[in-house]
């Protein structure tokens, strides 16, 4: 008899017949076990922002338990630039629930991303893994609700230009094959990232086409259903893995660099949040946006500058946010508002029966699905530390809620229709135009990431030296009129994180 896990595209799941978030270290050494599996890789995401790997071969069941069980060793100074040679050795240990058959191998080959734990045995408090479980803890215990999230993973895929069924310039939105030639790619990316876990809403073709002179661009987006931020974070890593495996097997570039070329659509990671308690989603409440969401909005937009300093970390970021595209500069917020900081996206609250009138024969019923209500951050770029952006953004929703007049300062900001013809400029603060800038705004709003001991110093001092060290306040003007040079910045940035 088949049973609910029968078809999950995760074959650990299939073979285990249990969720991910219940595997046991017992659970891996039967499917390694049960599968004839000679190959086990730890990954983990370092300083850079980048997926690592730790290889090993199994050579028995008392080898296998060992590593599962103890990690192992790796020199912390290597993959955190702010850590000392003199005290940098770390453990890494594997977290179960993120065990994945690697879709890529020929051999079978178990991948499972791990944790960093200093010489004491403690979790690395510098390590953004740990500061985003840091954050999260702290928001359900002071709160008593439980906040989810997701990411909408924007990307180009660039080609050589063959001229066959070009694309229109910058009309590429939700193309279909073959004017969006890599849809396909798209499809098995979707397919991938199931089975390493990820749970995705859909994916499709984006804004962005356009042409390089030989070289063809291509924008696409996956995006991904909210659920625990710690995950929500893994499946961002591991699909941008999976699409650049993806690409170099197909001989293709492809990048989530914010900026690609001037004029042209900038590529964005935007992060949906909803709140719940006791299991119930409360972003709306008769259905309006509740008081606990819009106090979180405006904790969201106080904090916005500095957040800057963790979701657009490279100077390209600052030529994506820029007036008169989709990308936010202004600090507001409004209801399907795509050139705001923080939209409320159209939702589904049950007043029109949309099922039953295009489909006018058939009875269908249906029910109110505010559960499916989110609010959207739309400022981060593909440059973006995962893990500290996620914690800034629970840090900041916890700021608003606590925060004496948030809700009137949501009305304040609240903004209908284009901000840049509607709305007089001198009205609404500016996002900072350079890493310089966003370095500032979160020297000077630093206190509130410390607090609670969930952002270390360390590592804010050391995010406003490296920010600070591009020395980019003018970098705009200096482009100006100057492709060649635009263009050498590019792919300079190309490979961000």
């Known amino acids: 008899m088949e049973s609910i896990f029968s078809f999950n595209p995760n074959p650990l799941v299939r073979f285990l017949q249990k969720p991910a978030e219940l595997f046991t270290r017992e659970d891996l050494i039967k499917f390694v076990e049960g599968n004839h599996i000679q190959h086990l890789n730890f990954r983990y995401v370092a300083g850079d922002g980048r997926l690592k790997t730790l290889n090993f071969i199994i050579t028995g ?5 060992n590593v599962l069980t103890f990690g192992e060793r790796v020199d912390g100074s290597s993959l955190f630039p702010f850590m000392e040679t003199g005290n940098s050795d770390l453990y890494v240990v594997p977290r179960y629930r993120t065990a994945f058959v690697n879709p890529f191998t020929e051999e079978p080959s178990l991948e499972i991303l791990c944790s960093f734990f200093d010489h004491e045995g403690n979790l690395l408090e510098l390590s953004p893994e740990y500061v985003l479980r840091k954050a999260i803890s702290h928001f359900r215990e002071t709160t008593g609700l439980n906040m989810k999230m997701m990411g909408e993973l924007e990307y180009y895929v660039n080609s050589k230009n063959e001229g066959i069924f ?19 790619m798209r499809k098995e ?8 876990g990820g749970i995705i809403k859909y994916g499709h073709s984006e804004v962005g086409n356009f042409t390089l002179g030989d070289e063809a661009f ?16 893994d499946q961002l890593i591991i699909a941008k893995w999976v699409l650049r495996m993806l690409a170099e097997r197909r001989k293709v570039e492809i990048s989530f660099a914010p900026k690609i070329t001037v004029g042209k659509a900038g590529s964005g990671l935007h992060f949906h949040m909803l709140i719940e308690k006791n299991g119930t989603n409360i972003v709306l409440e008769n259905g309006k946006l509740s008081a606990t969401a819009r106090s979180m909005i405006a904790g969201i ?15 390209t970021s600052y030529l994506r946010l820029v007036p008169n595209q989709e990308a936010p500069t202004k600090i507001c917020w409004g209801e399907r508002n795509r050139s705001a900081l923080v939209r409320v996206p159209l939702g589904w609250n049950g007043k ?15 029910k109110s699905t505010d559960s499916r209500q989110t609010f959207e951050f739309r400022v981060p770029d593909g440059s973006a530390q995962i ?17 004496p ?10 903004v209908e229709g284009n901000i840049f013809r509607n709305i007089p400029s001198q009205q609404l603060q500016q996002l900072p135009a350079s890493c310089v800038e966003s370095a500032e705004r979160l020297q000077a709003k630093r206190e509130i990431f410390e607090k609670n001991g969930i952002f270390p110093e360390r590592l804010i001092d050391f995010t406003i030296e490296s920010l600070t060290a591009f020395q980019d306040r003018n970098l705009s003007a200096e482009l100006a009129g100057n492709p060649g040079a635009t263009r050498d910045l590019v792919i300079n940035y190309i490979h961000c994180q």
């Open 352 to 366: 029109q029966n949309m099922a039953a009138k295009a489909n006018p024969e058939i009875k269908i019923a249906m």
């Open 387 to 403: 893990h500290l952006i996620m914690a800034g953004l629970i840090v900041a929703s916890l700021h608003g809620i606590q925060m």
């Open 189 to 196: 990316a979707l397919r991938l990232i199931a089975s390493c």
């Open 61 to 65: 069941h008392e080898h296998l338990e």
């Open 218 to 233: 291509e924008q696409h987006e996956i995006e991904f259903l909210p659920t625990d931020p710690e995950f929500a974070a």
């Open 301 to 315: 937009l106080d904090l916005a500058d500095a957040l800057t300093a963790f979701g657009n970390t490279i100077p």
């Open 166 to 184: 070009p694309p229109t310039d910058q009309k590429g939105y939700h193309e279909s094959e073959p004017f969006a030639k890599y849809e396909g």
């Open 405 to 414: 007049g948030a809700t009137e300062m949501a009305d304040r900001l609240y």
